[in-house]
């Protein structure tokens, strides 16, 4: 090629330590700890490098310093990496993933060419465990390929040149690098070179067969025939398709007949041209021309359903420093494949020719005006899906990531620890909010940082706080920096029972996606691990006894971490009835009493076809399951989470006038069966908006994404029979292959959002906000249009609460205050919490509203004109707020484009609450730690928890034996672990339960810290544990058994004092004959929740909420009556007003204490729909 020159572009390059350096500093390390137990030579030497021949691997990582500490084995890492190591290392050379080497960590470790490297937690100093490392291997040379090769891929072939014709152009060829760390691809990744187009000429195509058209851009042959056949999903052919020919500008040549058959001549049989073919809804087939000499052929395509992009991927919030590089990642599917992605910083879509971006975006040299939110939006032929937002913050590079300074947070005291400098039972413990943080990285650039950074507690101050008669130690939070995020899990559990008499689905599966991921029990239950990176849960429940619907639900989890409970409902399947194939059938949708179906199923004669596309003539068991919008109490049934994708990527809401499922079988063999050119007709009369009228339209669920998909508009139809001449009907066709569950809406939207926090108890004290708290919404029909104002609904809600409480979305009008209405609900693991009363007492301050707004939203809970229904949820009208009004600015409602503003709301903003009943049960904490929130877990040795990913709880079932119920506590303190012993870890009190059977007998389930390791997992720690019934109490017996073991595993506590028991506790999960209850779970809500209701039931494997006195007892004790005029603590509780601290915000009415009537043992708890306790297989 003429005046050919080649260049590089540029590239980036990062400035790496020497390799020879660090074998220097390697080795003089090792010979410095490991003296006397490893031979230095087993690791590269400074003069390995230029005297030794060979080639070095490249860096492998397999294992984390978890467990018993970092093993980078060699034969682990053949077995994951095959010959990309040798057969016979000749040297070793470690360092850890933050590039320092192992001389520099002063740890103990070992290593051998021939066995690899490991690092053991035991061997290093107290509190440390292994750094994690990475190793590489000195290969004898030969036996690797070279660097160049395992770390690029393969120059690309030179792209066309870029001139006209007889002109000087460019031509270009590109490698991708292989390696995860950028300081490796050091190399050129694109060439170029100069190049010279072909000499013009009329046309420069060439035909290795027939002729070249007109157009000069497709070859022709005129004899040759082509021939060819589509089909739909299931067999039926694809009229209408149209078929391309893909030339530089696709030329159309042909549509597909009734049959689904074309035919085109002139085509040349030569396997290079390309033809495309297209139908509405589906995917594109591309085929290749056959290759062949013969003068005919045929092609047979069949059509798969088109699927819009579904986000599987989506970029993840992260922290930098200016000058620092960071990798933003989505990724998504469909049919077909997403072919372009696009990406967006604060809502504005950046240059792909600038940034270069696919589903990948790397910014490098960040700068502090780069801050904000990144979004992806991935597009292929059948639409588009936006991602999540993912927020990206840049620090100036000497600018603290974290706030110092601890925020206020409040603890509750015990109730004989009154303070008098805040009149209070509460004391200011300080905490540090868990954020992404800009912390240490390495130079990787990846989608997910190796290490995921957070603002936690760095520094602790130990206090004490003066009781009634002791002094009660606490840890404050001092300090707060960047450090390493606490590992947690999400968990999902839940039960599933059909929404019209709670039977539960005994044995179902439970799938994500194509993948069975759990199974429910005989009550229903189920429990399954959320996978890492899932935004959106999307599960499907089967019924295997074909009781039930199959249910797709869309949950939400969170996502910080812990156990989130969900009641799973689902529809009945309806009685199958016999149709005839051959004979139009009409089957009603939607049989309310006293009303008019909402809509008909018209099948026409002769549609009904099998799955290979044969035509089915006999007759056919078929099952219409509807779900009616006018029946309230099937809301929570509703099928995924009623949303759609529109044609710009942006997930929207739908309001539903029905669903409905469909199951056609055969009689003889019960085959499933498809059915082409089915009717839906939708009465107008049951749209009661209608402006709605013109926007319905007829879906179908997409079961792997929950999303909704248009099937088909709906057109009106005013004479169908006779007897209906006079009503008009929306009619809407579609095709019933392999989907199965349709939906009658349109989209809506008017849209707003609810803000609504949950408390531990009526105080509302901004500390005492519970996390993982299931809140749903239910969108009721408008009243207007309606005589008797019926109980419909249009849509169902559910979010889960963080620490700032929750934004519910419903919809909302700024016209009309009362054209929707919204029912709000809140449960945590199954137990309806209550929501504030609106009568009698009509209190905003309590409510949460100020006036004159809460007025106009008309709070009503649902006791509110009958105070024998449920205090469990509330009704509001949802008035859009006034953009120009002061005090509607201010919550709790939020129009759509205020999400932020919702999300971010302080404590003093309006917002709807909802509250636990108080049980009689408190927990104190030297270490403060909130359950709810995992990540707010701190590594101390006086850790109630010691591992925030593993929680065992621990109970003692106390007997006592006189007229009243007692209060008991158990006193936690170190016992046997040199770091703690006498010191205080925590205290629980609990109330004893009665005896139903039995009036002077009660008993009392009592926690107690558990015996094992600590955070450190150094050695254990026996926990020395006193039970201490108040009152005037004399211990009468201990469970003989559990006196056994403690006699026979030393040391044994001396328990001189009748009123109280102390003991190491037993590090064994002894069980119910020794009166002791231990469960070690994922969830520390879920692990109490279990071991209470074994310790009720007196048994090992059982559950109950009714205590049984007489069965699973450790301690007994003998409780003489009080003297008159005495109190217990709880009376003292219940006759004192509630003090609130000094910096708990606005003054609020005080709310008088309730009764203190005990249900069940966590006091007056309710339960969703059940009296028994709910628990997971």
Request: hydrophobic share 30%; aromatic share 8%; charged share 25%.
């Amino acid at each position: 090629m003429l005046g050919t020159r080649a260049w590089v572009f540029s590239v980036l390059v990062l400035e790496v330590t020497s390799v020879l350096g660090r074998q220097t500093m390697l080795t003089q390390s090792v010979r410095r700890v490991q003296t006397g137990k490893r031979t230095p030579s087993t690791f590269a030497g400074p003069a390995d490098a230029p005297e030794s021949p060979g080639e070095w691997t490249t860096w492998f990582n397999v294992d984390h310093p978890g467990g018993q500490g970092d093993y980078e084995r060699l034969d682990a890492i053949r077995f994951y990496y095959g010959d990309r190591v040798c057969a016979r290392p000749l040297r070793l050379e470690a360092r850890t993933t933050d590039w320092v080497p192992a001389s520099s960590t002063g740890q103990v470790v070992h290593g051998s060419p021939r066995e690899g490297f490991w690092c053991l937690n035991r061997e290093q100093r107290a509190g440390q465990n292994c750094s994690n490392y990475t190793v590489r291997f000195l290969c004898p040379p030969g036996s690797l390929r070279r660097d160049t090769e395992r770390i690029w891929s393969p120059w690309t072939p030179w792209s066309k040149c870029s001139a006209a014709c007889g002109q000087t152009g460019v031509q270009t060829r590109t490698r991708t690098c292989l390696a995860e760390m950028v300081s490796l691809c050091t190399e050129a990744s694109e060439e170029g070179q100069l190049c010279v187009s072909q000499a013009c000429a009329a046309c420069d195509l060439s035909c290795p067969m027939g002729q070249v058209n007109a157009d000069c851009d497709a070859c022709m042959c005129q004899d040759f025939m082509l021939h060819g056949a589509v089909s739909l999903p299931g067999g039926a052919p694809a009229s209408g398709a149209t078929v391309y020919l893909l030339t530089k500008t696709p030329k159309m040549l042909t549509r597909t007949d009734g049959s689904g058959r074309f035919q085109v001549p002139g085509l040349c049989p030569d396997g290079k041209s390309t033809l495309k073919i297209t139908k509405a809804r589906f995917a594109p087939i591309v085929l290749t021309m056959p290759r062949t000499s013969l003068r005919t052929a045929t092609v047979n395509a069949e059509f798969m359903r088109a699927e819009t992009p579904y986000i599987v991927m989506n970029p993840e919030t992260k922290a930098r420093r200016a000058g620092q590089s960071v990798s933003l990642c989505c990724k998504a599917t469909g049919k077909p494949s997403p072919d372009k992605y696009f990406w967006y910083h604060n809502g504005t879509l950046l240059d792909p020719s600038l940034y270069k971006h696919e589903s990948k975006l790397v910014l490098r040299n960040l700068q502090q005006d780069q801050t904000g939110e990144y979004f992806c939006k991935a597009q292929s032929d059948a639409g588009a899906a936006k991602s999540q937002a993912a927020q990206l913050t840049v620090i100036a590079p000497d600018e603290t990531p974290c706030n110092p300074v601890p925020e206020s947070y409040l603890i509750r005291l015990p109730h004989d620890c009154f303070q008098n400098a805040t009149d209070s039972f509460y004391y200011d413990v300080g905490r540090c909010p868990v954020k992404t943080c800009a912390g240490q990285q390495d130079n990787g650039i990846r989608c997910r940082d190796a290490v995921e950074n957070c603002c936690g507690i760095s520094k602790t101050e130990e206090r004490e706080i003066q009781c009634s008669g002791y002094t009660l130690p606490t840890k404050v939070a001092a300090e707060c920096s960047c450090q390493r995020c606490t590992e947690t899990r999400s968990i999902v559990r839940g039960r599933v029972s059909a929404s019209d008499n709670g039977e539960p689905m005994r044995f179902g599966h439970v799938y994500l996606g194509n993948s069975r991921v759990s199974m429910t029990g005989y009550k229903g239950t189920f429990t399954l691990h959320v996978p890492p990176d899932t935004e959106r849960l999307v599960l499907t429940f089967v019924d295997r006894l074909q009781k039930f619907v199959n249910t797709t639900k869309v949950l939400p989890f969170n996502k910080k971490g812990s156990a989130v409970f969900h009641e799973i409902k689902m529809l009945r399947r309806k009685e199958p009835i016999t149709l005839e194939a051959t004979e139009t059938n009409i089957i009603p949708l939607g049989e309310a009493a006293g009303e008019d179906p909402m809509a008909e199923l018209e099948i026409p004669s002769k549609t009904f076809y099998k799955q290979n596309g044969e035509p089915y003539m006999g007759k056919v068991k078929a099952s219409v399951t509807f779900l009616d919008p006018r029946n309230i109490s099937t809301a929570t049934a509703a099928q995924s989470d009623l949303n759609f994708v529109s044609d710009e990527g942006d997930t929207l809401p739908l309001r539903t006038y029905g669903m409905f499922s469909v199951d056609f079988r055969e009689e003889a063999n019960s085959e499933p069966l498809n059915a082409g050119k089915v009717k839906v007709h939708l009465d107008s009369t049951q749209v009661q908006m209608p402006q709605h009228v013109p926007m319905m339209k007829l879906w179908s669920l997409n079961p792997d994404t929950g999303l909704w998909e248009e099937e088909g508009d709906f057109k009106f139809e005013r004479q169908r029979r006779n007897k209906r001449e006079e009503r008009t009907f929306l009619v809407g066709n579609m095709e019933i292959r392999e989907r199965r569950l349709f939906n009658l809406d349109v989209p809506e939207s008017r849209r707003c959002f609810i803000k609504v926090r949950t408390y531990r108890s009526e105080r509302f004290l901004p500390s005492e906000q519970i996390q993982g708290v299931v809140v749903s919404v239910i969108n009721l029909e408008p009243r207007t249009g309606f005589s008797s104002n019926p109980r419909a609904w249009g849509r169902f809600d559910s979010v889960i609460t963080g620490p700032n409480g929750a934004c519910l979305p419903a919809f909302c009008d700024d016209q009309s205050p009362d054209a929707y209405s919204a029912y709000v609900l809140a449960s945590l693991a199954g137990e309806e919490l209550e929501a504030v009363e609106s009568s009698p007492k009509f209190n905003p301050n309590a409510i949460g509203v100020p006036q004159p707004y809460l007025n106009k939203l008309k709070y009503r809970r649902t006791d509110h004109e009958d105070p024998r229904v449920k205090k469990t949820a509330f009704q509001i009208s949802m008035a859009k707020p006034r953009p120009n009004s002061a005090e509607e600015s201010n919550g709790p409602i939020y129009a759509f484009e205020n999400l932020r503003a919702c999300e971010e709301a302080p404590p003093s903003a309006a917002h709807f609450r909802f509250y636990q009943i108080e049980g009689d049960r408190y927990d104190y904490n030297t270490v403060p730690f909130n359950e709810d929130d995992p990540m707010s877990w701190t590594e101390d040795y006086l850790a109630w928890w010691p591992k925030p990913m593993e929680f065992r709880a621990c109970y003692i079932k106390v007997k006592i034996v006189g007229p009243l119920e007692v209060n008991v506590r158990s006193r936690n303190m170190g016992g046997t672990h040199r770091r703690t012993v006498g010191k205080l870890y925590g205290i629980r009190d609990v109330k004893s339960t009665r005896d139903r059977d039995q009036p002077n007998v009660s008993s009392a389930c009592l926690e107690f810290k558990c015996s094992g390791m600590l955070y450190d997992q150094d050695r254990v720690d026996r926990t020395l544990v006193k039970v201490i019934p108040q009152g005037s109490c004399h211990r009468a017996s201990v469970n003989s058994m559990l006196h056994e073991y403690l006699v026979n595993h030393l040391p044994l506590v001396v328990n001189n004092d009748t009123s109280e028991y102390t003991m190491l506790a037993p590090l064994d999960p002894l069980g119910h004959n020794y009166g002791i209850y231990t469960v070690t779970d994922q969830d520390p809500r879920t692990a109490k929740e279990i071991a209470l209701g074994r310790c009720f039931d007196g048994t090992s494997d059982g559950s109950s909420r009714i205590m049984k006195s007489n069965v699973g007892v450790a301690l007994t004790f003998n409780c003489a009556e009080r003297q008159v005029g005495r109190q217990s603590a709880f009376q003292y509780l219940q006759s004192t007003p509630a003090r609130l601290p000094p910096a708990a915000g606005s003054v609020q009415e005080r709310v008088p204490p309730r009764r203190q009537q005990r249900e069940s043992w966590g006091g007056q708890r309710r339960r969703a729909g059940t009296t028994s306790l709910r628990f997971s297989n």
